[in-house]
């Protein structure tokens, strides 16, 4: 938690791929909001912050993540929408795109897709180590930031991306695009 107060951040989203373990640690006065990445048959969707404890990666539609969240009082966001993914295709009501702090595609091919279907954009560190922490991030509309009324804000487009400029950061992002070159993750 100390990388999300050194990016003054009030709250971070905690999605590990098919699988959501509660924190056993003093987080402070950063809230944290559960989820998960749902590794579904199109492409990654992130639900929070009631997910469920496990998924079984490529075995749910993306239809069928949507419907857990929507159950579980959760938002549906598309995770990477250019990354290894055709979810962004599919006419389904999701609630928000995501912008990646690893950047592996342009801004402008985002904030299209959010504009023709008229969903916010959110920001999201996609961060596998702490010093990833706050790449990219949301600033969100809330009087009291709680896990569900981030939920509130994110489903009322109340949310705007932020990316994180600094060097260090520009550098991990060009990093990252050259690892996902070199693995070959598609982006069409």
């Known amino acids: 938690m100390a990388f999300a107060k050194w990016h003054d951040l009030d709250a971070v989203a905690v999605t590990n791929h098919d699988y959501y373990s509660q924190f056993d640690i003093d987080t402070g006065d950063v809230t944290v909001v559960p989820g998960i990445e749902i590794s579904t048959t199109d492409g990654h969707v992130l639900i929070g912050p009631n997910p469920p404890a496990r998924t079984t990666a490529g075995t749910l539609t993306p239809e069928e993540a949507i419907d857990i969240a929507h159950d579980r009082g959760c938002a549906a966001i598309v995770a990477h929408p250019f990354r290894n993914s055709s979810v962004r295709k599919l006419d389904l009501p999701f609630d928000a795109y995501e912008v990646n702090g690893k950047r592996s595609v342009a801004i402008e091919h985002l904030q299209q897709l959010a504009n023709s279907n008229g969903l916010p954009l959110v920001g999201g560190s ?45 550098l991990i992002g060009r990093l990252y695009k050259l690892i996902h070159q070199y693995k070959g993750h598609t982006s069409g």
């Open 126 to 170: 996609d961060a596998h180590y702490p010093f990833e922490v706050g790449r990219a991030y949301t600033e969100i509309e809330v009087d009291e930031i709680t896990p569900e009324s981030v939920v509130d804000a994110v489903q009322d487009g109340r949310v705007e991306y932020q990316l994180n400029e600094s060097l260090s950061t520009r």
